[in-house]
């Protein structure tokens, strides 16, 4: 039958695809960048998210990198990408159909930003299918760690492995024909199946099946000499007369849906927002539009046909890949005790005030925290040591009277947190967690929290109607010598002791009486009915938050020595983008540190030409959210939270940024940024044309290594030196 999938698809494609076939090196030319309608003052915020993707990609194509934490990187740009066509794509997908025809900020249509979108992607595929191929896989065979096809194997290998799959794999399989009597199956959400078309020597007729790889099942069988790695859907292939007895198996291949995964809920008309959200969840499953279609190259324009048809696709939304299918299952082998394959592990240090004391106990937060606030910087410094313990000893203190938190994406109710706020609520304390359902992609998760939490006493809330509430706020209420005594957390991270090792992230915790007295009020205006419109510390979203950043860049572009920095992982919002420029033609300094979107133009003559934006991408998330307003002769004003500049964050959710007054505090912040700003190892600057490039390693400073060490250092006696 000939092979000709690709005539189905745009012109790129079909190139890359063919060249793939014949064996030829298949990098295409750099995607097109989309035209601007306008006069270039905006970068478009799709091409700018897929650019950070490229720069992620980049490290899973850094040569110097362990081949594990290579093949990580691959994973991440995989899921990444997933999360990017589920949403975003989705969305604009939705606009084509409605037929909106308003551009975005910067010229550009929804069908104008799906081509251009199109054109990038087809190239992060083709680099991440070189990488896989060329590279990861052939150093991961040195390290003997090979994966392998079922062609590769011996008579006694083939014969395990039969077992193996009538054992463990057969009984969970189900063959769906398509035929008159058969309707087309519905294929789910990121699911990977194979496209199988079967003889009837009786009746000579060709049928088509499709077979789900399940994903209760692992992604890899592992062979007996523990070295060698089969993809499931290779070992199910291999024995599809199994599951069609009778018939001639005449094609199989493999390929993969993505739907849109954007829920629609109209929370006014909700009496149950929980019961709402999960009769959506179960609808939205069902009957969610497919956006993209992966294919191998070899998938026959008979079946490819039929697929796209079936599944009411164009050719644009189409993607061939040479590569593994789903490369998010590297993460199976990431997972391998191999740790000279991977990079050096790291653990947080303890918070040098939260040391422990002569016996090896640690010592009481309360305590700590009445002589003075603390800051810490995870991964660099413990979060089990610092949040954890903070909310660990509030629920067996017997003098705490209340916990109050917020709880945008955490662990699970195994988790320490909600393991120390069901214990807390079991002892008689006052304990309330407003559970955010609409967190996108945990919302499933979140609702097993919610109930977990309601068994066990917990007041449980779900924020406020139309607002996602994504601050990230504790609130400990105290008794003390007769009086009452509040303790706050405020991070830019979630609750979760996972991503707490892999995200960087700060936490301020504090007894600040007039913070608690904010922590209070945000608290009852979350749970309650409040038209709270000002806070004395907390800068609040939606009420007040992009009013006072728009108030502080202004101010800075009236002084003659203002000086902006801030350090978020977007900015998109017009209004604040504006506000930047006309601080730069004002004569204001500014340095943006954004790890991923960026719509703002730099260095462009009379409009922003005193502006700089750099990106870190390395082995920790850059996630913490710092705002400097201010010089350094006439001081500075810095705020940390869970807000970006974004038109969703400033203006559909609940965000609370909090200022950090300390001023051995605030010399920490300001040495966070300067290491980013000098860092030319994991840097990345933001040109004037929109290209990204990698900033030339002069001196050698990597942002992590450098933080690692002085979080090590910081824990030494004096004179004792610390390293990464």
Request: glycine share 6%.
């Given at each position: 039958m000939a092979r000709a999938a690709d005539s189905r698809l745009s012109q790129s494609a079909a190139q890359s695809g063919k060249a793939r076939r014949n064996g030829a090196a298949s990098r295409p030319a750099p995607a097109p960048r989309p035209r601007a309608k306008t006069q270039q003052r905006y970068i478009n915020r799709e091409v700018s998210w897929l650019d950070f993707n490229?720069?992620?990609?980049?490290?899973?194509?850094?040569?110097t990198s362990p081949v594990l934490e290579r093949a990580k990187f691959l994973a991440i740009v995989s899921q990444n990408q997933d999360e990017f066509f589920q949403v975003r794509v989705a969305g604009l997908k939705e606009q084509v159909g409605a037929g909106v025809s308003a551009t975005a900020p910067d010229g550009l249509t929804p069908q104008e930003q799906l081509a251009a979108i199109r054109a990038q992607v087809v190239g992060l595929v083709a680099r991440q299918d070189r990488v896989y191929n060329d590279e990861v896989v052939p150093l991961l065979r040195?390290?003997?760690?090979?994966?392998?096809?079922?062609?590769?194997?011996?008579e006694a290998e083939r014969t395990w492995l039969l077992g193996v799959f009538e054992e463990r794999i057969f009984p969970v399989l189900t063959p769906l024909a398509v035929d008159p009597a058969h309707p087309f199956p519905y294929i789910s959400n990121l699911s990977l199946n194979l496209a199988v078309q079967v003889r009837d020597p009786v009746r000579r007729r060709t049928r088509f099946a499709r077979v789900k790889v399940p994903p209760i099942?692992?992604?890899?069988?592992?062979?007996?000499?523990?070295?060698?790695?089969?993809?499931?859907?290779?070992?199910?292939?291999?024995?599809?007369?199994?599951?069609?007895?009778?018939?001639?198996?005449?094609?199989h291949h493999p390929f993969r849906v993505t739907r849109n995964a954007d829920l629609e809920l109209e929370e006014d008309e909700a009496d149950d927002l929980l019961a709402a959200i999960e009769t959506e969840l179960r609808r939205h499953r069902r009957l969610a539009d497919v956006v993209r279609l992966e294919v191998d190259p070899d998938m026959s324009e008979e079946v490819l046909s039929l697929l796209v048809r079936e599944l009411e696709l164009g050719e644009d939304d189409v993607y061939v890949t040479s590569g593994l299918l789903d490369m998010g299952a590297l993460w199976a082998l990431h997972a391998l005790d191999r740790p000279e394959l991977k990079d050096e592990p790291w653990t947080g240090t303890v918070q040098p005030r939260l040391q422990p004391g002569p016996n090896g106990a640690p010592p009481s937060v309360f305590r700590v925290l009445r002589e003075g606030d603390v800051l810490v910087h995870h991964p660099y410094e413990s979060f089990a040591t610092s949040v954890e313990a903070f909310i660990e000893q509030a629920s067996r203190d017997q003098d705490v009277l209340a916990i109050k938190q917020t709880l945008y994406r955490t662990s699970g109710p195994e988790g320490s947190i909600m393991r120390s706020l069901i214990r807390a609520a079991e002892r008689g304390k006052q304990v309330v967690a407003l559970v955010e359902l609409k967190a996108r992609f945990d919302e499933s998760a979140n609702i097993a929290w919610a109930r977990a939490l309601e068994q066990a006493g917990v007041h449980v809330v779900y924020g406020l109607v139309g607002l996602k509430t994504h601050s990230k706020v504790t609130l400990v209420v105290r008794r003390e010598d007769g009086a009452i005594r509040h303790y706050v957390h405020v991070g830019t991270g979630n609750y979760n002791p996972t991503t707490a090792t892999i995200y960087e992230d700060l936490g301020l915790l504090s007894a600040d009486p007039v913070l608690g007295a904010d922590a209070i009020e945000l608290f009852n205006h979350l749970t309650g009915y409040s038209r709270q419109r000002s806070w004395r510390r907390m800068v609040v979203a939606p009420v007040g938050m992009r009013s006072s950043i728009l108030e502080l860049i202004k101010r800075e572009a009236l002084l003659p020595d203002g000086r902006i920095v801030m350090k978020m992982n977007s900015l998109v919002d017009e209004e604040v983008i504006n506000a930047l420029y006309e601080a730069s033609t004002a004569g204001t300094e500014i340095d943006l540190v954004i790890r991923g979107i960026c719509c703002l133009r730099p260095g462009v003559p009379g409009q922003s030409e005193r502006i700089r934006v750099r990106s870190i991408v390395g082995r920790f998330l850059e996630?913490?959210?710092?705002?400097?307003?201010?010089?350094?002769?006439?001081?500075?004003?810095?705020?940390?939270?869970?807000?970006?500049?974004?038109?969703?964050?400033?203006?559909?959710?609940?965000?609370?940024?909090?200022?950090?007054?300390?001023?051995?505090?605030?010399?920490?912040?300001?040495?966070?940024?300067?290491?980013?700003?000098?860092?030319?190892?994991?840097?990345?600057?933001?040109?004037?044309?929109?290209?990204?490039?990698?900033?030339?390693?002069?001196?050698?400073?990597d942002t992590h290594r450098k933080l690692m060490s002085d979080a090590l250092a910081a824990t030494q006696p004096a004179g004792v030196a610390g390293g990464a």
């Amino acid at each position: 039958m000939a092979r000709a999938a690709d005539s189905r698809l745009s012109q790129s494609a079909a190139q890359s695809g063919k060249a793939r076939r014949n064996g030829a090196a298949s990098r295409p030319a750099p995607a097109p960048r989309p035209r601007a309608k306008t006069q270039q003052r905006y970068i478009n915020r799709e091409v700018s998210w897929l650019d950070f993707n490229s720069r992620v990609l980049a490290l899973a194509e850094d040569r110097t990198s362990p081949v594990l934490e290579r093949a990580k990187f691959l994973a991440i740009v995989s899921q990444n990408q997933d999360e990017f066509f589920q949403v975003r794509v989705a969305g604009l997908k939705e606009q084509v159909g409605a037929g909106v025809s308003a551009t975005a900020p910067d010229g550009l249509t929804p069908q104008e930003q799906l081509a251009a979108i199109r054109a990038q992607v087809v190239g992060l595929v083709a680099r991440q299918d070189r990488v896989y191929n060329d590279e990861v896989v052939p150093l991961l065979r040195e390290a003997d760690i090979h994966i392998v096809g079922t062609g590769e194997l011996d008579e006694a290998e083939r014969t395990w492995l039969l077992g193996v799959f009538e054992e463990r794999i057969f009984p969970v399989l189900t063959p769906l024909a398509v035929d008159p009597a058969h309707p087309f199956p519905y294929i789910s959400n990121l699911s990977l199946n194979l496209a199988v078309q079967v003889r009837d020597p009786v009746r000579r007729r060709t049928r088509f099946a499709r077979v789900k790889v399940p994903p209760i099942l692992p992604r890899f069988i592992v062979m007996p000499d523990g070295q060698r790695f089969i993809p499931l859907e290779q070992v199910i292939a291999t024995h599809l007369d199994h599951l069609f007895p009778g018939m001639k198996v005449v094609s199989h291949h493999p390929f993969r849906v993505t739907r849109n995964a954007d829920l629609e809920l109209e929370e006014d008309e909700a009496d149950d927002l929980l019961a709402a959200i999960e009769t959506e969840l179960r609808r939205h499953r069902r009957l969610a539009d497919v956006v993209r279609l992966e294919v191998d190259p070899d998938m026959s324009e008979e079946v490819l046909s039929l697929l796209v048809r079936e599944l009411e696709l164009g050719e644009d939304d189409v993607y061939v890949t040479s590569g593994l299918l789903d490369m998010g299952a590297l993460w199976a082998l990431h997972a391998l005790d191999r740790p000279e394959l991977k990079d050096e592990p790291w653990t947080g240090t303890v918070q040098p005030r939260l040391q422990p004391g002569p016996n090896g106990a640690p010592p009481s937060v309360f305590r700590v925290l009445r002589e003075g606030d603390v800051l810490v910087h995870h991964p660099y410094e413990s979060f089990a040591t610092s949040v954890e313990a903070f909310i660990e000893q509030a629920s067996r203190d017997q003098d705490v009277l209340a916990i109050k938190q917020t709880l945008y994406r955490t662990s699970g109710p195994e988790g320490s947190i909600m393991r120390s706020l069901i214990r807390a609520a079991e002892r008689g304390k006052q304990v309330v967690a407003l559970v955010e359902l609409k967190a996108r992609f945990d919302e499933s998760a979140n609702i097993a929290w919610a109930r977990a939490l309601e068994q066990a006493g917990v007041h449980v809330v779900y924020g406020l109607v139309g607002l996602k509430t994504h601050s990230k706020v504790t609130l400990v209420v105290r008794r003390e010598d007769g009086a009452i005594r509040h303790y706050v957390h405020v991070g830019t991270g979630n609750y979760n002791p996972t991503t707490a090792t892999i995200y960087e992230d700060l936490g301020l915790l504090s007894a600040d009486p007039v913070l608690g007295a904010d922590a209070i009020e945000l608290f009852n205006h979350l749970t309650g009915y409040s038209r709270q419109r000002s806070w004395r510390r907390m800068v609040v979203a939606p009420v007040g938050m992009r009013s006072s950043i728009l108030e502080l860049i202004k101010r800075e572009a009236l002084l003659p020595d203002g000086r902006i920095v801030m350090k978020m992982n977007s900015l998109v919002d017009e209004e604040v983008i504006n506000a930047l420029y006309e601080a730069s033609t004002a004569g204001t300094e500014i340095d943006l540190v954004i790890r991923g979107i960026c719509c703002l133009r730099p260095g462009v003559p009379g409009q922003s030409e005193r502006i700089r934006v750099r990106s870190i991408v390395g082995r920790f998330l850059e996630h913490s959210r710092i705002f400097r307003f201010g010089s350094d002769g006439r001081g500075a004003d810095y705020y940390i939270g869970s807000a970006d500049m974004m038109p969703r964050n400033l203006d559909r959710r609940v965000e609370v940024l909090v200022p950090v007054l300390d001023p051995a505090l605030t010399e920490s912040l300001a040495h966070i940024m300067d290491v980013e700003l000098a860092d030319d190892v994991l840097g990345w600057r933001l040109g004037p044309d929109g290209e990204w490039t990698k900033v030339p390693t002069v001196k050698g400073v990597d942002t992590h290594r450098k933080l690692m060490s002085d979080a090590l250092a910081a824990t030494q006696p004096a004179g004792v030196a610390g390293g990464a």
